[in-house]
């Protein structure tokens, strides 16, 4: 299956792109952020939380078709 | 019909108001942290909408830097209170509603009895402590907080707390390493970001007053300003994280919301104090327009902005001093420096406005080595 994954905010520099596809099999979520983090170590110093299809979901869920998948960091600037 | 109404004559003609909405406007009271980039727009479309009454939060003072994105300020506002200049502004945008102001920080000693004077409570704060602070005052009192942040080209906005919808937290559990998202002072913002995030914030103020029933609760709005990319994620209530919350209430005001977010204790000084200090390097923090210059205390001048870059150039055998025009960007100076693995680090407090008014006492005890 195809993944979209678009990166938000400082996640967007950390891997110098706002938007990839990835080729996967189905996979839960924490194994989908495992290979993120082995493509781009910097990844693994900062913090976000994971859409997919819009939706915020947890680490357990499991990933089995063609999705969005959205990494999002907080911001604090105001 | 009267100058009230000839005032909001152009929202009440609109169905979703009408004279009843506009009375309910006029009955809310509303409380917006930080009166910065985000909190501009609100206040000024909050003010002009007519809510009764406006608490505005904000202990820090007009710098120039402010002003490209701060749009309620002018140069006559540089220096004061950015609380009490919003109030001027806002007074004479709109006599007829109340402003009260708090110009101090808020802390865990003074949020929950702020926030109970309020309905709804507006988050355009500037860090991760405050905005975990406010979230966590709103699940105890019981407050729908109107959420909005920015980084560089972006930002967010939602409503958490707001009829049993999720909080911040169960958004965000866990604040970021602290130090590992730069802010707006670091690493830059542009004026219409805030200014498109806090309109955003302050429309849904006014829905929620209305009870019009498109509220961005349970939902997280993200936009990019250069790709003008926008999108809806949504978010769910996590029970465990919102009691968690509410286990806290009893000793609420005794958290250490800095140190939840591992920020460091920053060492303030007084001019004084730096004045009588041995071996030191002193660091002016400002850009290099910014006056009066402190030619006795011999500093160098690296602006914030350039700190992490040129932390290299900064000498690790003496005390580091820092000092801004009024302490609040030295004191993310000492943050930064602190996360650099300088141990001997403090700024001064009020900055080169104190130490330019002391200046003539102090000069006779500095000591050369």
Do not use: W
């Not at chain 1, 195809?2 to 189905?26: D, N, P, S």
């Not at chain 1, 990844?43 to 947890?58: H, P, S």
């Not at chain 2, 209430?249 to 919301?257: A, G």
């Amino acid at each position: 299956m195809q993944l979209t994954i678009k990166y938000f905010g400082l996640l967007a520099e950390v891997t110098a792109t706002t938007e990839e596809l990835l080729e996967t099999e189905t996979c839960s979520v924490f194994e989908l952020v495992k290979t993120l983090k082995n493509q781009y170590p910097k990844l693994g110093d900062t913090n976000f939380k994971i859409a997919v299809d819009q939706q915020l979901i947890d680490l357990n869920y499991i990933i089995e078709t063609n999705a969005e998948i959205a990494l999002l960091p907080p911001f604090a600037g105001g | 019909m009267n100058s009230l109404h000839s005032r909001y004559q152009r929202q009440i003609i609109l169905p979703e108001i009408g004279l009843s909405g506009q009375e309910k406007l006029s009955a809310s009271k509303v409380l917006v942290i930080g009166a910065g980039g985000l909190g501009c727009p609100i206040l000024q479309y909050l003010t002009a909408a007519g809510i009764g009454t406006i608490g505005i939060v904000d202990f820090d003072i007009v710098d120039t830097s402010n002003l490209h994105r701060q749009i309620l300020y002018g140069t006559s506002s540089l220096g004061k209170n950015k609380a009490v200049a919003a109030k001027e502004r806002l007074i004479d945008l709109n006599p007829e509603i109340t402003i009260t102001t708090y110009t101090e920080r808020l802390t865990t000693k003074n949020a929950i009895s702020i926030f109970l004077e309020y309905d709804i409570i507006v988050d355009g704060t500037d860090n991760f402590s405050t905005r975990y602070l406010i979230n966590d005052a709103c699940v105890i009192t019981k407050k729908p907080l109107v959420y909005g942040a920015i980084f560089k080209f972006e930002g967010q906005v939602s409503v958490f707390n707001y009829q049993n919808g999720p909080s911040y937290r169960c958004l965000f559990p866990e604040p970021p390493k602290a130090g590992s998202v730069p802010s707006c002072a670091e690493i830059g913002v542009l004026g219409v970001l805030p200014g498109i995030i806090g309109s955003m914030q302050a429309n849904e103020v006014l829905k929620i007053i209305l009870g019009l029933d498109t509220i961005l609760s349970g939902k997280l709005f993200t936009y990019d300003c250069l790709t003008t990319r926008s999108s809806n994620f949504g978010i769910n209530r996590v029970e465990t994280e919102i009691s968690k919350v509410l286990e806290t209430s009893s000793h609420f005001k005794t958290i250490d919301y800095d140190l939840f977010c591992g920020i460091q204790k920053i060492t303030e000084i007084t001019p004084k104090e730096a004045f009588l200090i041995k071996n030191v390097q002193f660091i002016d923090v400002r850009d290099p327009h910014e006056q009066p210059k402190i030619d006795s205390l011999h500093p160098i001048y690296i602006p914030l902005g350039k700190l992490k870059e040129k932390v290299n150039t900064i000498t690790k055998e003496k005390e580091i001093i820092l000092f801004c025009q009024s302490g609040i960007r030295s004191k993310k100076a000492v943050e930064i420096l602190l996360q650099e693995g300088f141990k001997n680090v403090s700024h001064i407090q009020g900055g080169a406005v104190a130490l330019h008014e002391n200046i003539s006492n102090l000069t006779g005890l500095l000591k050369y080595d």
